[in-house]
């Protein structure tokens, strides 16, 4: 069983078939069994818990072994993934959810497995962002913002993204705008270049086009230049994560 579903910047899924290598990305990622506890490998710690999230940029691997999970991968630079940062998961490579808000979505995730409604999806993502959502946090910075816009309105068939490009844009050097990115966001240019095409292939995959044409659409070399930081970024194949699926649209 694989239900996908996109929110914004964010991917969740309902699954019974995660199997993955150990990988790293840049993507905040919270995991949540739906009975008993799940076990995690977190930055080499083997955890067991009833509910997790794993810092951006944390080696982990997973497997659902057969049973009913839920997981969302958190844009960092979005409201939920910068406050699930800064308050929760600070400088630490992961955070385990309390006793009574973990059961709480264990019991949401159930109903909504046994109801498969739009509406019980929206429950369930609506309790994950009132547990992590603050509205205290400071905006970017304006050039930080004009960065992240051009970045996300950027259409790579016509226009590969480079740093390059960016830096010409916003009248700075290569390495200044490298910096004052990383320094914003907590997040390489680079890196974060590499995580907006590699949502943008499964957002049109999501829409029904091919791997290889998405991926060439999306800014990648070639399809096995997409199927290599696909591996590396998600510990799976991009036909594994997409087989048996169906992809969901949910509206909170």
């Avoid at 970045?151 to 480079?162: A, G, M, Q, V």
């Amino acid at each position: 069983m694989n239900d996908i579903f996109m929110i914004g910047q964010n991917f969740g899924a309902i699954t019974n078939s995660i199997k993955s290598d150990l990988h790293s990305h840049w993507l905040l990622q919270l995991f949540v069994s739906a009975n008993g506890k799940l076990v995690i490998n977190v930055d080499g710690e083997e955890i067991s818990c009833k509910a997790i999230a794993v810092n951006a940029n944390i080696i982990h691997e997973f497997y659902t072994e057969d049973l009913i999970h839920f997981t969302m991968l958190v844009h960092p630079t979005s409201q939920l993934g910068r406050s699930m940062r800064t308050y929760f998961l600070k400088n630490n490579p992961y955070y385990i959810l309390s006793e009574d808000r973990a059961v709480e979505l264990q019991l949401l995730l159930l109903n909504t497995v046994l109801i498969k409604k739009s509406s019980n999806y929206a429950d369930l993502i609506k309790s994950v962002v009132s547990y992590f959502d603050n509205d205290t946090l400071t905006a970017f910075d304006p050039k930080i913002k004009t960065i992240i816009k051009m970045i996300d309105s950027c259409d790579s068939e016509k226009t590969p993204l480079r740093v390059k490009y960016l830096a010409k844009a916003m009248y700075l050097s290569e390495s200044r705008i490298s910096h004052l990115f990383k320094e914003e966001t907590g997040i390489p240019l680079k890196s974060y270049i590499v995580l907006h095409n590699l949502q943008k292939v499964y957002q049109k995959i999501f829409n029904g086009e091919s791997i290889t044409d998405a991926a060439i659409a999306s800014g990648f070399d070639s399809s096995a230049h997409f199927a290599f930081t696909n591996k590396k970024m998600t510990g799976m194949s991009a036909r594994d994560i997409i087989k048996d699926s169906r992809f969901l649209k949910v509206s909170l």
